[in-house]
């Protein structure tokens, strides 16, 4: 692995740390949000921050753009919150944010409420973003992408999307209230595909084109008297616009699509409770696909009952049922299809408080799916009948041994069948997936101690399973297991410091067994891979009104599944480190100065630096 050349503050956040990483490290609440904006401020305080940042990049700049979508060099933005309550009790609140640090333009998102207690209330909001797209293989294998870099796709593609949606209710009587809106989603750009227009996997991405939008009005009642209650939704959805997959399938969207939904709740009594809901969908697709005319319509129906119910003073039970069913027609010039699905999913949950401290539970679900299928062309006619059963049990336990230190330990084991019957009249034009089976074994174990007053140690380990085996194959297996073992500290040394941190060590192992050989140019399907994250923090109050915070967080990944391959072992560096001053001019005027670093480091061609300075002024009013 590389030795990072970041070592003055990394070594001193070290030392800061090395009593508590010695026995352990992860931060709880407090150190989570050392990542947020400066002026992010979580509450009701009429808030107003403005930002400026400038970036010094190094390296691969298509990587960096799709890892952190940091495009422009320099770029501003914000955020604000103001709510405001008048002498009648009509309550307003919007908020919002926005950069110019992504791809194009300005992205960001508003949000505007208000309601009159009891009698109307209303909501305005906007969202609209980018993403950039690596243009080269994303196959981070050792079987692929060795250097010299591959081939590029021209340009960087870049996803853009805008949402907006508006809703207002109106309460008619404390037992009875209609709501309606309208939602709409806009999406435009290029994305890139994992799919490939060659063979091998270091050739390009495909690309994917969108230039589609969607508009759903919607109404929903609201009712209730008493015990019982419940709400009916009716939604209608339109859809159009074009979809290009590589100039391979080109596609013209005009789909409609009307749902309607019934949820109910009945109180029995002060200990149990009854839930039900009903469902019903069609919809409808008279598009294109390469010029050629789709005529499809597919129906769905489904409901589900519950039941929560309290037996004695100690024991919880719960009971839920669900049904569903789909039938779809779609044609396509010559081709023809009928799909039948249908799904039944039964789930029980018994909780025990019983013992003064401990608590148990225990999940039980089964899940059946069965799905019917016909597709004819000019010349052949393919029959699928497909079985799914699922079968999932869940064991839950929580002690706490003292005020100080408690336990909490999961077990869980699911299993996963899936029968088929292809039947084929002419020749056969696709291999349909065979008869498997899917095991899986998970665990957790965490112990929460509080040592100190001042001072929270977390330790714990995770480890799960899972094993597919075909049917039609004996000794075809696919196997993935990881484990992993993390330690959280957060630490209140004094009034003016505060020290945080996490240290997590995992193992994660993925092999497929038995099959035949790969076609030429492609890895074996094999990882043994070890990652070790490291985070140190700290914060440091000084003269009642300047702040410190540094953060570093290092991340080491190794894969060496198969050493024989071109790059014999993977190695994956990531190191982040955060230095943020913020200055208290008074009590509602601060002033941050932030930097930022993010350095990626891998045997591949498309390593980067970044380092992001930004200041900003942040006000409460």
Known sequence: MKNTNLKTIPAILALLLLAGVATAADLPAPAVRIWAPAGDIVGTDNNLTLDASSMDRHGADAKRAEDWQLVDKTAGGGLFGWHTTSAGGYLMSFRGHATSAAASGITGAFLATGSSPGKTDWRL??????????????????????????????????????????????????????T????????????????????????????????????????????????????????????????????????????????????????????????????????????????????????????????????????????????????TDAALDANLVDRERSSTDLQAMVSYRGFKRTRLSLD???????????????????????????????FKLRHKFSRQVGLRFKVGYGNRETKNAHTWQGTAWYTGMPERKRNTLDGELVLRTRPGRTLRLDLGARAWDRTIERSDMPGTETTWSAAHGFANLNWTASHRLSLYGTVAYGTDKYELSGAPVPDAGMGPVMQDGTTLRFVPGATLYLLDRLTFDAMYEAIRYEDTGN??????????????????????????????????????????WDNYITDLYALSASGRF
């Open 364 to 394: 039980y679900r089964y899940r059946s799916a069965d799905l019917t299928e016909t597709g004819t062309d000019a010349s052949t006619v393919h029959k699928l009948d497909q079985d799914q059963t699922y079968n999932d049990l869940d």
């Open 125 to 178: 909001r906007f969202r609209n973003g980018n993403h950039s797209y690596d243009p080269t293989s994303e196959m981070r294998a050792p079987g692929f992408a060795a250097p010299p870099e591959p081939q590029t796709l021209n340009g960087v593609p870049v996803y853009e999307w805008r949402m907006a949606d508006i809703a207002a209710g109106y309460r008619f009587s404390e037992s009875f209230k209609l």
């Open 563 to 604: 050493e024989s391959n071109l790059i014999a072992v993977l190695q994956s560096d990531s190191d982040r480190m955060l230095l943020r001053a913020a200055w208290a001019l008074n009590e509602d005027l601060d002033l941050t100065a932030t930097y930022r670093r993010h350095e990626f480091m891998e045997h591949r």
């Open 180 to 327: 309606a809106g309208l939602d709409r989603k806009c999406r435009k750009g290029d994305k890139g595909s994992l799919l490939r227009v060659g063979a091998g996997g270091d050739e390009v991405p495909a690309v994917k084109m969108y230039d589609t939008t969607s508009n759903e009005f919607w109404g929903q009642a609201s009712f209730g008297s008493g015990g019982f209650g419940g709400d009916l939704r009716v939604a209608y959805r339109a859809a159009d616009g074009d979809r290009v997959m590589d100039t391979r399938r080109v596609y013209g969207d005009d789909r409609t699509l009307l749902r309607t939904n019934l949820d109910l709740r009945y109180d029995v009594g002060r200990v149990t409770s009854l839930f039900a809901h009903a469902g019903a969908s069609e919809l409808k697709d008279q598009g294109t696909q390469n010029t050629l005319a789709i005529d499809s319509k597919a129906t769905t129906s489904g409901g589900q009952l519950g039941l929560v119910s309290r037996l004695g003073q100690a024991t919880w039970f719960r009971l839920a049922a669900t049904v569903r069913k789909q039938d």
